[in-house]
């Protein structure tokens, strides 16, 4: 039953979330209007309004329905800068309004409410400015068919009464305009929130998973990258290389040339050595000198040559940025994670080579 209802609910709004809502929108405008015109059939049955008014019916009926094809087909998008065709639809909705009041007779008083619903059906969209305007287009509107009755027909509409009319459509007019005009600042207001909001989140989001200082992924994002690309390998029998890496006497960059030199080298040496790998392949910042390299879909022997890459990159281009010619120089160790789902055994692998590398003379690499 649910399923028949979803079926009938995507045929009918589309697909797409935000089409849904408008076209939700103008077909609950079709349905006032059809429940409009139901009125207007019983006061013609009635005989308190005349049989020719079932045309103006037509055109209302006829209007809304357009609006629900061109918002539903997605012609408005193509058509217009506000795919909900609010605006288009609330004027069309108070010159239908202003023609009723002309046929409505002894009724048309209820037609200056009905105005203003029109108005306030367009506050979810208009801009302040909007709302004042069609408030203001509403009165003129209806001001320009009282004036025309009390002119053309002062026996059936006494130019006194289609006068107070007026000014109660003015006053009504008036606070519907500032009622509109407020909703719509306010929207706004929760908008720009939302966005600063989304913002924020996303800043928060990449302090609690980058390295400031080179951009890298931090340890704790790393080793969540470890955790499900080795959950993965385990899975798809993929296999998956560590390396971690460690500058070689970087406390005497430091000391020969200063903190910040050497804030200098850690970003240059990431820089480089994302221009060596793969899209896939995970570099993140372990702490202090020290880098942990995931290579997805990796061998060991793959993972050796990458470590060679890396080490051209590095001699091939000194970081002139500090002292001409100055070389870094990294020390490796390497393993690979074949069928094992343990994060913490790979992790201490890679360091126990690490440690064998430094201990065997720096600037090379170990496998464990
Ligand atoms: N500029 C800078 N230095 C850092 C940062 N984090 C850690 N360090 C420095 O890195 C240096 C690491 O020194 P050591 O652990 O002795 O390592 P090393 O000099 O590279 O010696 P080996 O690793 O044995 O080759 C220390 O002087 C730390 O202060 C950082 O973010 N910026």
Request: overall charge positive; glycine content about 10%.
């Given at each position: 039953?649910q399923s028949i209802t979803h079926i009938w609910a995507g045929w009918l709004l589309g697909p797409d979330r935000q089409q849904r809502l408008r076209v939700a929108h103008s077909l609950l405008a079709l349905g006032v209007y059809g429940l409009f015109a139901v009125c207007q059939g019983l006061a013609v049955a009635l005989g308190i309004m005349p049989r020719a008014s079932l045309t103006w019916m037509g055109f209302y009926l006829g209007g809304a329905l357009l609006f629900v094809a061109l918002v539903r087909s997605g012609a408005s998008h193509r058509l217009a800068r506000d795919p909900s065709l609010t605006l288009?639809?609330?004027?069309?909705?108070?010159?239908?309004?202003?023609?009723?009041?002309?046929?409505?007779?002894?009724?048309?008083?209820?037609?200056?409410?009905?105005?203003?619903?029109?108005?306030?059906?367009?506050?979810?969209?208009?801009?302040?400015?909007?709302?004042?305007?069609?408030?203001?287009?509403?009165?003129?509107?209806?001001?320009?068919?009282?004036?025309?009755?009390?002119?053309?027909?002062?026996?059936?509409?006494?130019?006194?009464?289609?006068?107070?009319?007026?000014?109660?459509?003015?006053?009504?007019?008036?606070?519907?305009?500032?009622?509109?005009?407020?909703?719509?600042?306010?929207?706004?207001?929760?908008?720009?929130?939302?966005?600063?909001?989304?913002?924020?989140?996303?800043?928060?989001?990449?302090?609690?998973?980058?390295?400031?200082?080179?951009?890298?992924?931090?340890?704790?994002?790393?080793?969540?990258?470890?955790?499900?690309?080795?959950?993965?390998?385990?899975?798809?029998?993929?296999?998956?290389?560590?390396?971690?890496?460690?500058?070689?006497?970087?406390?005497?960059?430091?000391?020969?040339?200063?903190?910040?030199?050497?804030?200098?080298?850690?970003?240059?040496?990431?820089?480089?050595?994302?221009?060596?790998?793969?899209?896939?392949?995970?570099?993140?910042?372990?702490?202090?000198?020290?880098?942990?390299?995931?290579?997805?879909?990796?061998?060991?022997?793959?993972?050796?040559?990458?470590?060679?890459?890396?080490?051209?990159?590095?001699?091939?281009?000194?970081?002139?940025?500090?002292?001409?010619?100055?070389?870094?120089?990294?020390?490796?160790?390497?393993?690979?994670?074949?069928?094992?789902?343990?994060?913490?055994?790979?992790?201490?692998?890679?360091?126990?080579?690490?440690?064998?590398?430094?201990?065997?003379?720096?600037?090379?690499?170990?496998?464990?």
């Amino acid at each position: 039953m649910q399923s028949i209802t979803h079926i009938w609910a995507g045929w009918l709004l589309g697909p797409d979330r935000q089409q849904r809502l408008r076209v939700a929108h103008s077909l609950l405008a079709l349905g006032v209007y059809g429940l409009f015109a139901v009125c207007q059939g019983l006061a013609v049955a009635l005989g308190i309004m005349p049989r020719a008014s079932l045309t103006w019916m037509g055109f209302y009926l006829g209007g809304a329905l357009l609006f629900v094809a061109l918002v539903r087909s997605g012609a408005s998008h193509r058509l217009a800068r506000d795919p909900s065709l609010t605006l288009p639809q609330t004027l069309f909705g108070l010159v239908a309004a202003s023609g009723a009041y002309a046929l409505a007779g002894p009724l048309r008083g209820a037609v200056i409410a009905i105005s203003m619903l029109v108005v306030l059906f367009g506050a979810s969209k208009l801009t302040p400015r909007e709302g004042w305007g069609t408030a203001l287009f509403g009165v003129l509107s209806l001001a320009g068919v009282m004036a025309w009755l009390a002119w053309s027909d002062p026996g059936r509409h006494d130019p006194r009464e289609e006068g107070v009319l007026f000014m109660l459509s003015l006053v009504t007019a008036a606070a519907m305009g500032v009622l509109v005009a407020r909703l719509a600042r306010l929207r706004q207001r929760l908008m720009l929130q939302r966005s600063e909001l989304a913002e924020a989140l996303e800043r928060i989001r990449l302090l609690a998973t980058r390295d400031e200082l080179t951009g890298l992924p931090n340890r704790r994002a790393m080793a969540d990258a470890l955790q499900s690309a080795i959950t993965r390998q385990a899975r798809l029998s993929e296999p998956v290389a560590l390396v971690m890496i460690d500058l070689d006497h970087f406390k005497a960059i430091n000391d020969g040339h200063g903190h910040r030199a050497g804030d200098v080298v850690l970003r240059g040496f990431a820089e480089r050595a994302m221009s060596t790998l793969r899209a896939i392949d995970v570099l993140g910042r372990w702490g202090g000198e020290e880098f942990l390299l995931l290579l997805p879909d990796t061998t060991l022997e793959q993972a050796l040559a990458c470590v060679e890459r890396l080490r051209e990159q590095l001699h091939t281009s000194p970081f002139d940025e500090v002292a001409d010619g100055l070389a870094v120089r990294f020390s490796a160790g390497v393993t690979a994670c074949q069928g094992a789902t343990d994060v913490d055994a790979a992790i201490e692998r890679a360091d126990r080579a690490l440690y064998r590398a430094k201990n065997g003379g720096r600037s090379r690499t170990e496998t464990a």
